[in-house]
Nanobody
Framework: QVHLVESGGGLVQSGGSLRLSCAAS????????MGWYRQAPGKARELVAS???????NYADSVKARFTISRDNAKNILYLQMYSLKPEDTAVYYC???????????????WGQGTQVTVSS
């Protein structure tokens, strides 16, 4: 089974920056669609940013122009660079990887355990 481990979270002041990292235990980034999700207390998990295996990116409206998703396929690391952080960005951030196996027709969907991001006023 693939394991995803997030890191880089922490406490930052409003307007500050953080870079989150997601490392995979297997070489999957060349075939997988990747994404960052977040979940604040009392709220549902929501998509923050995603990147297809072809490099196409999508962002939630609330983070456009502030967050950038990127991927290093050689190192199997997914990044989320966050600028101009706001208190409403406070949440646990999760890494996700998904793909379909055309040979077995199985669909795979993996999640990390999350990393806490807290933005103070």
């Amino acid at each position: 089974q693939v394991h995803l481990v997030e890191s880089g979270g922490g406490l930052v002041q409003s307007g500050g920056s953080l870079r989150l990292s997601c490392a995979a235990s297997e070489s999957i980034f060349s075939i997988a669609d990747m994404g960052w999700y977040r979940q604040a207390p009392g709220k549902a998990r929501e998509l923050v940013a995603s990147m297809s295996n072809g490099g196409t990116t999508n962002y939630a409206d609330s983070v456009k122009a502030r967050f950038t998703i990127s991927r290093d396929n050689a190192k199997n690391i997914l990044y989320l660079q966050m600028y101009s952080l706001k208190p409403e960005d406070t949440a646990v951030y999760y890494c996700n990887a998904g793909w379909g196996d055309i040979v077995t027709q199985q669909v795979y969907d993996y999640w990390g355990q999350g990393t806490q991001v807290t933005v103070s006023s």
